[in-house]
Antibody, heavy 118, light 110 residues
Framework: QVQLQESGPGLVKPSETLSLSCAVSGYSISSGYYWGWIRQPPGKGLEWIGSIYQSGNTYYNPSLKSRVTISADTSKNQFSLKVSSVTAADTAVYYC???????????WGQGTLVTVSS | QSALTQPPSASGSPGQSVTISCTGTSSDVGGYNYVSWYQQHPGIAPKLIIYEVSKRPSGVPDRFSGSKSGNTASLTVSGLQAEDEADYYCSSYAGSNSWVFGGGTKLTVL
């Protein structure tokens, strides 16, 4: 059974960098599939942030591309997200998930709330 | 890359059918048979209920069905049950390894 688990600080100060990790069990992240990050501001809809494929190629939402970096650590079977220069608008529940090229997110983490506040 | 358009709300009585639309462009919904639908209950991660326009993952009741015509995809929930009350999101492949979500629809079972 594929399982994903997000981890990272729940509170980040404005202008700083948000950093999250997603630990994957039950499937090797280097064996195929895209591994993505999605966020959901409180009371709002879902937004695709970006994805990494085969632990190498990265793809980002154009609206966030200048501030986002996704990387993978195959030795730990996990992938990570960094969002720089955060503002209150980056406050959201952040999810990690697995998907094929079609984009169907079949396995999700439980999500982690990140609040941007001083 | 703009968000797909969904109605903010939909409703129906138990046993009835309800259809939720998801409108995009020829660059996303209309260009690929890669539309997915998700069900999200409060405080829980979304659950995949339809992929590749009309396919259901194992375990998803056949009361949920998907279709597409041109730039608009649709999710139909038949035989509405109380537990179907949730938020529903569509998503589509948008080319060049990018993906886009709809704004979400809150389904109320009356």
């Amino acid at each position: 059974q594929v399982q994903l688990q997000e981890s990272g600080p729940g509170l980040v100060k404005p202008s700083e960098t948000l950093s999250l990790s997603c630990a994957v069990s039950g499937y090797s992240i280097s064996s195929g599939y895209y591994w993505g990050w999605i966020r959901q501001p409180p009371g709002k809809g879902l937004e695709w942030i970006g994805s990494i494929y085969q632990s190498g190629n990265t793809y980002y939402n154009p609206s966030l591309k200048s501030r986002v970096t996704i990387s993978a650590d195959t030795s730990k079977n996990q992938f990570s997200l960094k969002v720089s220069s955060v503002t209150a608008a980056d406050t959201a529940v952040y999810y990690c998930a697995r998907h094929p090229r079609s984009g169907s997110l079949d396995y999700w983490g439980q999500g982690t709330l990140v609040t941007v506040s001083s | 890359q703009s968000a797909l358009t969904q109605p903010p709300s939909a409703s129906g009585s138990p046993g009835q059918s309800v259809t939720i639309s998801c409108t995009g462009t020829s660059s996303d919904v209309g260009g690929y048979n890669y539309v997915s639908w998700y069900q999200q209950h409060p405080g829980i991660a979304p659950k995949l209920i339809i992929y590749e326009v009309s396919k259901r993952p194992s375990g998803v009741p056949d009361r949920f069905s998907g279709s597409k015509s041109g730039n608009t995809a649709s999710l139909t929930v038949s035989g509405l049950q109380a537990e179907d009350e949730a938020d529903y999101y569509c998503s589509s492949y948008a080319g060049s390894n990018s993906w886009v979500f709809g704004g979400g629809t809150k389904l109320t079972v009356l």
